[in-house]
């Protein structure tokens, strides 16, 4: 399950985040097998002093018959894109895609949300081979920055007083990720991760772990990059907190073949990583574009 998370959260900014293994038996409710998912949804992400946002639900509930799976996403793009459009067979089908302020965030370190929504077509079977998932990962980027990092190892985790339950080690991690975010953040931070699945979707949920803020080893934290005449400088670190996602991939009735993809983020922008402007409207849709036709691409090429 190394790759399947990621990449399907290879799509924006916490892309390279995760690093699971294997799958374990198919579980039967997502909140009941995915505490970091049912704490997202229900309590909600820490955005500011003792200030919590909640995720939405996901757009798909499991368990819907045809009719109602497309009465949501008719319901979903009404204002922006035809249904036929939207589910296409194609690399260039559209993506839907919103970004949101966050209420009651610190105005020095506000928050955003960014929600993406599309339809990918292929075999779902894919979902289970890491070889295939390998390659959908490698073949694009997360906000145009590529990434590096690892997983921590279980003595990383205990001199941290963190420990895996017993039985969950195939399906939760904790992993380091350094990468820069429309080339002009270079974010290292360590995140926890957890995945679900049932027999129509699959759930994977992470964040940038609070614990780890000020930690000598795997500190989270942001720095600014600048270039001048040519040359690209690296400010220095400032501690960063309060960034989560989720990532559900829900097989559709129909069309036949297509898998029906949502993902929820909200995370802490500093005033420092963009300067005030207006950023992620202008950049940050062409990255999930890219990324999204990259995954349909790799899906298409095994149809």
């Known amino acids: 399950m190394n790759a399947i998370i990621r990449a399907a959260l290879a799509i924006t900014l ?14 039967a409710k997502h909140d009941e097998q995915n505490p970091l998912f049912k704490r997202l949804v229900e309590d909600g992400l820490e955005v500011g002093p003792k200030v919590k946002t909640k995720f939405p639900a ?10 109602k799976q497309t009465e ?19 690399v260039l089908a559209p993506q839907l895609m919103k970004i949101r302020d966050v209420a009651g965030a610190d105005p020095k370190t506000p928050a955003r949300g ?26 694009g980027k997360a906000g145009g920055g590529g990434g590096k990092g690892g997983p921590l190892d279980p003595k990383e985790l ?12 195939k399906r939760e ?24 699945r049932n027999d129509t979707s699959i759930v994977a949920a992470a964040e940038i772990d609070p614990r780890f803020l000020n930690d000598k080893e ?5 720095r600014s990059i600048t270039k001048d005449t040519g040359a690209v400088k690296i400010g220095d ?39 005030g402007t207006n950023l992620l409207g202008s950049k940050l849709p062409i990255a999930v574009q890219d990324n999204v036709r990259t995954m349909r691409r790799e899906f298409l090429k095994k149809k």
């Open 237 to 275: 670190p400032n501690p960063w907190s309060g960034a989560a996602m989720y990532v559900k991939v829900t097989k559709l009735a129909e069309p036949a073949g297509a898998m029906f993809v949502e993902q929820h983020i909200v995370f802490v922008e500093p005033k420092g990583w963009f300067d």
């Open 114 to 139: 960014v929600d993406v929504w599309f339809v990918v077509h292929g075999d779902v079977k894919l979902l289970d081979d890491d070889k295939f998932l390998d390659k959908l990962l490698t073949a």
């Open 218 to 222: 795997f500190p989270n934290q942001w």
């Open 14 to 27: 916490l892309g390279p985040l995760l690093s699971v293994a294997a799958q374990p038996a198919a579980p």
């Open 72 to 90: 949501i996403i008719k319901g979903l793009i009404a204002k922006d894109y035809a249904y036929d459009e939207f589910t296409r067979v194609s």
């Open 173 to 196: 991690s904790y992993g380091t990720i350094e990468f820069d975010f429309l080339e002009k953040v270079r974010l290292k931070a360590t995140g926890h991760a957890m995945w679900s």
């Open 158 to 169: 205990a001199a941290r007083n963190i420990v895996i339950k017993k039985g969950d080690e």
């Open 58 to 67: 996901p757009t798909m509930a499991d368990g819907l018959e045809a009719k």
